[in-house]
């Protein structure tokens, strides 16, 4: 059913690009559309790293192909909270991943480009789809199908302020300061910070030889001292030799609404971020752009069973989302620090299976596939 005319993806990240390397395994004609002039993201970001809990053979199994040429397992990382640092051997119940983004053959995104490519489909970089104009143009089937579901453009535009306009979904504008660099190390590193700088959490981490850090905050833009706190921490408790810190430029996420979850919008099927796969309090967001791909990938048949899965994945979504907006008006230092140092004094006791349980309800889809 309707593999005549070309599917047109709008986003060459993880999960437009799982779905073009399934569509296209398929023998459908596939086009994806890349806004920056080559693959792996903004230059301004990337190269840069970011982890993932994953069950790396269910996911395999589930989109269809491996992805483990583009995973680097995580082994142990440390977590700080209000200063005090707790180095933690990662949980063996959760295995978790660093993962590289940008246009290096070590990426994750260059990856599965080439897989994309191999399965016959086409990437054309330099082509933003900016407006809803845009959007409407591309979508090339007449009218609807036999379920009264668009079924031929995808939208994947990930966590750019300009995707979620152009489709039209609500945002939640992100605040916040970045930096990266090159490291000697190549193995796998990262550091969670929560503290007094921002009701969210910072972190640095590094994979490959390059390394990462960002402070963030959803409600308000972050203040100078803030920023200047966790550099210092970056810089002299990490080591990373970052230079210079800068703002976040058109950052936004899919926490606006409980319903920001969505498949189907409007003359689209979303996916990835702009789908809001994407937990509502740690921004765990790779995990859900490879499940949400394969699940775009679906409506295109068989509608009514994707928006069902895609139901199911999403499940915990709107309660994991009322406790992150009840934590942000009760006092931090009660609710967030104490119970948070008592976790690092038991992890022992409950690490192996209290944070694979916990990954289950933050997280989407995480072990429900």
Request: net charge positive; glycine share 10%; proline share 7%.
């Amino acid at each position: 059913m309707g593999k005549e005319k070309p599917v047109n993806i709008v986003g060459a990240g993880l999960a437009g690009l799982t779905a073009a390397v399934i569509l296209a395994g398929q023998g459908r004609e596939v086009i994806v559309y890349e806004k920056g002039n080559r693959v792996g993201g903004m230059p301004l970001y990337n190269p840069s790293p970011h982890g993932t809990p994953m069950d790396v053979e269910r996911m395999n199994a589930y989109v269809g192909f491996d992805l483990r040429p583009g995973l680097v397992p995580m082994t142990e990382g440390v977590i700080s909270i209000w200063g005090k640092r707790y180095h933690k051997r990662w949980p063996s119940g959760a295995p978790s991943y660093m993962i590289e983004r940008g246009p290096r053959r070590s990426s994750m995104d260059h990856y599965l480009a080439d897989l994309a490519k191999e399965a016959g489909a086409r990437i054309e970089v330099g082509r933003p789809i900016l407006t809803d104009g845009d959007v409407a143009a591309l979508n090339t089937a007449k009218g609807m199908d036999r379920y009264g579901f668009p079924s031929r453009v995808i939208m994947a535009t990930g966590l750019h302020i300009d995707g979620y306009e152009a489709a039209q979904v609500p945002y939640q504008t992100l605040y916040g300061y970045f930096a990266k660099c090159r490291v000697p190390w190549p193995e796998s590193r990262v550091t969670i910070y929560f503290d007094d700088y921002t009701p969210d959490y910072a972190f640095t981490c590094s994979v490959n030889g390059i390394a990462f850090g960002l402070i963030f905050n959803r409600h308000r833009p972050i203040r100078k001292w803030e920023w200047e706190k966790f550099a210092h921490q970056a810089t002299e408790l990490d080591g990373y030799p970052f230079r210079k810190f800068m703002p976040l430029e058109g950052g936004a996420a899919p926490v606006r609404r409980f319903n920001n979850p969505r498949l189907y919008h409007g003359n689209l099927i979303l996916a990835g971020t702009l789908a809001g796969m994407m937990d509502p309090i740690l921004f765990f967001g790779m995990h859900g752009a490879f499940i949400s791909g394969k699940i775009a990938a679906m409506a295109l048949d068989d509608p009514v069973a994707a928006w069902k899965e895609f139901r199911r994945v999403n499940a915990t979504f709107k309660p994991v989302l009322a406790v992150k907006r009840l934590l942000d008006v009760l006092p931090r230092g009660v609710f967030v620090k104490y119970p948070g140092r008592l976790a690092m004094a038991l992890w022992p006791l409950y690490a192996d299976w209290a944070t694979r349980y916990a990954f289950m309800v933050n997280i989407s889809g995480y072990n429900r596939i």
